[in-house]
């Protein structure tokens, strides 16, 4: 099954047409995007609430990481631009970090707490679109929330890995920029894609090796899919549509193929 990168780039229209033509869709997607929501906000607050006490600790140690000293009142002019400039640039990188950290903790935390609610949202949609292999009722805890849960977290746990590689590489020196501002979107955009769609193979209960070996043919799929979330908070506030979308999208493919395994 091989999709391709403008069938994710266009999941968003499939994942809207699906939420309005059906209620039961809807409903699912109701409280996993409230809870989204609060988290979002909660977290914004406690940013907002630290955000100069950071702001003033990373300008310090930006200073003395540099050799550049915080007093200006001895220095001579052109020394007083160079240090005026370093605070500049120190709280723009501060300013940057707590962005990225106040958009991308809050969709890391909504889906670690919302995994099983989202899974319930793939699995409806594909439900209807004529696909059901998992029972997403199943009384096991285990199997109903926790499996869920560890699952996000260790996808979580990749994609700050990944983050922090992308982060490592940009200190080699020449080429390290170059290749992090090249390497770092398009990681964000295959993994961002693949966390969306992971969820329509856990409600296949396809393996992690069979789950892995989909990602790396549809891998054009996975980038216009997540293309997204490398637009500030397009990717958290997408992610339902998306999610409907794809699962949409997965499901007509599988009965179209013929390829969903029925034992």
Not at 27 to 41: A, G, K, Y
Not at 202 to 211: A, G, I, M, N, P
Request: glycine share 6%.
């Amino acid at each position: 099954m091989r999709l391709h990168f403008f069938d994710g780039l266009f999941a968003i229209k499939e994942g809207w047409t699906s939420l309005r033509q059906s209620p039961r869709i809807r409903n699912r997607t109701i409280l996993p995007v409230v809870l989204s929501i609060l988290i979002f906000f909660l977290t914004l607050s406690v940013s907002l609430v630290f955000f100069s006490d950071f702001q003033d600790w990373f300008a310090h140690w930006f200073l003395e990481l540099w050799g550049v000293t915080t007093e200006t009142e001895s220095l001579i002019w052109w020394k007083k631009i160079l240090v005026f400039g370093a605070k500049g640039v120190s709280w723009m990188l501060s300013s940057l970090i707590l962005l990225t950290a106040g958009l991308t903790v809050p969709y890391l935390v909504s889906n670690l707490l919302c995994s099983w609610f989202w899974e319930n949202v793939s699995y409806t949609t594909m439900k209807e679109q004529g696909v059901c292999y998992q029972n997403i009722d199943d009384p096991s805890s285990w199997k109903k929330w926790i499996t869920p849960v560890f699952r996000e977290f260790i996808k979580e746990v990749v994609l700050l890995a990944i983050v922090a590689f992308a982060w490592v590489v940009t200190i080699l020196p020449g080429i390290g920029p170059m290749i992090s501002l090249i390497m770092a979107p398009l990681a964000a955009c295959i993994w961002f894609g693949y966390m969306v769609s992971d969820y329509s193979m856990s409600t296949l209960q396809w393996s992690v090796r069979k789950r892995l070996l989909w990602a790396r043919k549809n891998v054009f799929y996975l980038v216009g899919l997540g293309i997204f979330a490398l637009i500030p908070l397009a990717g958290f506030v997408m992610f339902p549509v998306l999610l409907v979308g794809h699962s949409s999208h997965f499901g007509k493919r599988l009965l179209v193929l013929e390829k969903f395994p029925l034992e």
